[in-house]
């Protein structure tokens, strides 16, 4: 690793004015828990790095329309201990206790997983499942963007070298909504060789109102799968014909096979993840089903 100045910004402000005046050669530090691996690879040799904690963006706050704003700074185990995100988001409390290990999760951000842009990042599916927004801050202004355009490739980004990601928006998780995140994975503390979300509104207790099906760690940007997604829009499922729901989800599964061939990598072939795939799929939209089946008769 290179010699480098550890520079800890007092707010916001200073620490735009820094990114803006050093250019490349200064890397915003959240966690380090990816930072420092890709350092320590070569990958990257910063020779500023500005720290980003004590810049006040950590923390969960619920806006007026009843979705949240997670501060980008947010630790993983922060998130674990909001009562607020265990409550009403309890598929994402499944999906950041499998995450690394507590140690990571006690440095690791929600912030730093999405800047990141690794394909493998276990948050990325859900949070564009779920229609997340992302604001980011720089000298000359703040803008909010959907997440589905924030990714380009791997370990790149929409941002530009002088803003800071602030916050993920959530809309408001409906009643009638289910959602989950599958993933494979070799062992404990692996990342992901795929990984599956889905995202299911019911309307009128039985008709599927908006579905959307995110594939993770298949292809260098998470992919969502529209095809398929829209396969289940408008179907007619309810707990007496389940078995229709097991027609549409083998339909579905059937498209997101056409719709995405994945990498081939170190972590597993494409015909693997093609097959871990379909299963990941068709088990997602069947729990995703059910936990709005659910959440109407709550
Ligand atoms: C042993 C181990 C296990 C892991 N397990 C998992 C796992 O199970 N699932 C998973 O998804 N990931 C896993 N990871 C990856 C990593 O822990 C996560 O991606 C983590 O959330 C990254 O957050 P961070 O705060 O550490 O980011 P950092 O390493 O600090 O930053 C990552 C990148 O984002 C940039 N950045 C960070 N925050 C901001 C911001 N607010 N604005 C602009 N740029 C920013 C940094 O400059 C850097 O380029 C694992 C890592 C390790 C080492």
Known sequence: MNRFDYLKPAGIKE?????????SKAKPLAGGTDLLVRWRKGKISPEYLVDLKG???????VSKDGGISIGALSTLNSLLDSEYICRNYSFLTEILDDMGSVQIRNRATVGGNICNASSTSDLAPILLALGAKAKAVALDGERELKLETFFLSPGKTVLSENEILTDIQLPPFSKKSGAVYLKMKRNAMDLALAGVAVFLTLQDEDTCAAAKIVLGAVSPTPVIVTQAS??????????TNIEKAADLTAKAVTLVEKEVRPIDNVRASSWYRQDVVKSLTAQAIEIA????LQSIKK
Request: proline share 0%; with cysteine; hydrophobic share 40%.
């Open 289 to 292: 089903y059910k936990r709005a």
């Open 15 to 23: 620490a735009c004015t820094i990114l803006a005046d050093k250019g």
């Open 55 to 61: 810049l006040g963006l950590e923390g969960v706050s």
């Open 230 to 239: 829209d396969e289940l829009v408008g179907a007619r499922i309810n707990e």
